[in-house]
């Protein structure tokens, strides 16, 4: 990959929309750069089609028992967490090397990219927090959906709504992966309620509840990303992806493991 | 008495037994830093490993970590009590929390990890 600013901070790759199986090895090849690199890496993409990624340890059976799913291409991503329905919302994989003081703790970085976002949202008008330890302890941590969870440190944001769930409506849940060497936490930030969701997968995104974002998600993830490369203390740079012709093998041969049965229905 | 504990730079532990196998495990530091593990998987008895390489998963309330052979060989034995009682890893990492047992093709591999005073070092410099 070519590098469009020094080292430190963070370098932004701006991927576009791909299959499921294609963003999964994507994400591989930006978690091996990281490691080999020592630089904080994030790519931002969407998903096309729209796809549900189960968590690591999610069993596929039940994903396909749930009528509203019928239909839908599922890909298992390496990271945990729950369920989500990906094409109205940002994804983001950042990759971190293991030598980083936010490597150690799951939750240093989950609160770092986290608390980013939060801020930016609030310097924006909008009332968003971080789920707390007791809200965590009283809603369920096994529901199939992530955006169902309350995990302690979730972004969520109060709105106006007699169905406002406890802590408030997720717009932002993340999940890890832990490597030799690397971590790769996965991330989506929901932009809005997808048109062809029903059911327990439906949830609002900011558009629907605040609308702040609706006609710029791109410069609410530009302020997020400035301030997390702060908390980096460094710059937020650009980074191109992989040059294919050194890559494509390896991203070819990475894409057909996640869209393969071995994979996909391991659990 | 017990041979003395090997370490792998990714947290697990090593231990020769009197037998030829070794048996492996993940450090206190390592459970420590998972934190409310919920899940993990282990591999089949005869399954191959290589050393370097994830022999299994282990996975807390939103983390998946993989386990990492310190050696290569064949796996002898695994701790089925242990992915039902994930707890014992946290109490007892070190005795009842062993993961699996290993035969090693070279034991000669054990050499290259660290001992107790490396891995204490290297566990003192990783960030807090």
């Known amino acids: ?267 | 008495m017990d041979a003395p504990r090997r370490y792998a730079k990714s947290h697990e532990w090593a231990r020769p037994e009197d037998d030829g196998t070794v048996t492996v495990g993940i450090s206190a530091y390592a459970v420590e830093a998972l934190t409310d593990l919920v899940f993990m998987q282990l591999p089949e008895v005869g399954a191959a490993v290589t050393a370097g390489e994830s022999f299994g998963e282990i996975e807390s309330v939103k983390a998946v970590s993989d386990l990492y052979a310190p050696v290569s060989g064949e796996v002898v034995a695994a701790n089925t009590d242990l992915p039902n009682g994930l707890e014992t890893l946290g109490e007892d990492p070190y005795g009842k929390g062993w993961i699996i047992r290993i035969q090693p093709s070279d034991p000669g591999q054990l050499d290259a990890l660290l001992d107790q005073a490396a891995y204490d070092a290297l566990v003192g410099s990783q960030p807090h």
Not at chain 1, 43 to 57: A, C, D, K
Not at chain 1, 91 to 113: F, N
């Open chain 1, 1 to 267: 990959m070519s590098r469009l600013q020094p080292p430190g901070g963070l370098l932004v790759w701006r991927d576009q929309a791909a299959p499921g199986p294609d963003n999964m090895a994507a994400d591989e090849i930006l978690a091996g750069a990281a490691r080999q690199r020592g630089d904080a890496l994030v790519r931002l993409y969407g998903w096309e089609p729209g796809t549900v990624s189960l968590g690591g340890f999610q069993a596929i059976a039940d994903a396909e028992r749930l009528p509203d799913l019928a239909g839908w291409p599922i890909v298992r991503r390496p990271s945990g967490g729950g369920a989500i329905v990906h094409g109205t919302d940002i994804t983001y994989c950042l990759a971190l090397p293991g030598t980083h003081p936010w490597a150690r703790r799951a939750e240093d970085l989950y609160a770092a990219v986290h608390s980013a976002l939060v801020d930016e949202l609030r310097a924006r008008g909008v009332a968003a927090s971080l789920v707390d330890a007791a809200t965590a302890a009283r809603v369920p941590a096994a529901d199939f959906f992530c955006f169902n969870r309350r995990a302690f440190g979730d972004v969520v944001i109060a709105a106006p709504d007699p169905g406002l769930p406890a802590g408030g409506w997720k717009v932002l849940g993340s999940a890890q992966r832990r490597l030799a060497g690397v971590i790769m936490q996965h991330g989506s930030l929901l932009v809005r309620r997808h048109p062809l969701m029903r059911g327990s997968g439906s949830h609002p995104g900011l558009a629907d509840l605040v609308g702040v974002v609706g006609d710029d998600s791109a410069g609410l993830v530009a302020g997020w990303l400035e301030r997390l490369a702060v908390r980096l203390d460094g710059p937020l740079g650009e980074m191109s992806g992989p040059s294919w012709a050194s890559f494509e093998a390896d991203y070819q041969r990475r894409a057909a493991k996640y869209a393969g049965d071995a994979w996909r229905r391991r659990r």
